[in-house]
T-cell receptor
Framework: EPEVTQTPSHQVTQMGQEVILRCVPI?????FYWYRQILGQKVEFLVS????????KSEIFDDQFSVERPDGSNFTLKIRSTKLEDSAMYFC????????????FGPGTRLTVT | DQQVKQNSPSLSVQEGRISILNCDYT??????FLWYKKYPAEGPTFLIS?????DKNEDGRFTVFLNKSAKHLSLHIVPSQPGDSAVYFC???????????FGKGTKLTVNP
């Protein structure tokens, strides 16, 4: 069964450094998402991406965040200058099309900012 | 901002019995609801969903019930198995928006 994959599984970085989290979506899926879950809190929506552009983003997704699909397969989330409060699990999710609401999640990347 | 609420942080049931997980929502514009299961160190796994035009959807041991007037949905697992032990998240989406809004989750423990 096709799966969403994410790399790395764990990333430790120092405050102020840039990080790039990577996701390989399910191949025929057209909609891509990033969510995050701070320890003990809800899973929160960050951004949705369709047809090579952002279609929706949350208040959390400020100028420090960016997404792209550089090579038609990987879907990346970049945080330009990490803060302590960016420490969280980051989940990539994909959806086959707009008519199907089910989103399929990857295993997540645990980001630790020190 | 708690548009989706799961008021029970945990639930414990015996193997073979029914597990009932509850979820309430406040946004009447939500029109699609989903349940996800999550094991530690893994991503949420899609379980079952329901559109707001229905009041029940069944898939094997899993049934989701939707009561729109009460803004309440529930997930029934019958019979419960130890492998069902996980955190269950309720999520909702609103037509025109692609994002899912999640509840805080309920940790289900099924005891052998």
């Amino acid at each position: 069964e096709p799966e969403v994959t994410q790399t790395p599984s764990h990333q430790v970085t120092q405050m102020g450094q840039e990080v790039i989290l990577r996701c390989v979506p399910i191949s025929n899926h057209l909609y891509f998402y990033w969510y995050r879950q701070i320890l003990g809190q809800k899973v929160e929506f960050l951004v949705s991406f369709y047809n090579n552009e952002i279609s929706e983003k949350s208040e959390i997704f400020d100028d420090q965040f960016s997404v792209e699909r550089p090579d038609g397969s990987n879907f990346t989330l970049k945080i330009r200058s990490t803060k302590l409060e960016d420490s969280a699990m980051y989940f990539c999710a994909t959806q086959v099309n707009r008519a199907s609401y089910e989103q399929y999640f990857g295993p997540g990347t645990r980001l630790t900012v020190t | 901002d708690q548009q989706v609420k799961q008021n029970s942080p945990s639930l414990s049931v015996q193997e073979g019995r029914i597990s009932i997980l509850n979820c309430d929502y406040t946004n009447s514009m939500f029109d699609y609801f989903l349940w996800y299961k999550k094991y530690p160190a893994e991503g949420p796994t899609f379980l079952i969903s329901i559109s707001s035009i229905k009041d029940k959807n069944e898939d094997g041991r899993f049934t989701v019930f939707l009561n729109k007037s009460a803004k309440h949905l529930s997930l029934h697992i019958v019979p419960s198995q130890p492998g069902d032990s996980a955190v269950y998240f309720c999520a909702a989406s609103q037509g025109g928006s692609e994002k899912l809004v999640f509840g805080k989750g309920t940790k289900l423990t099924v005891n052998p």
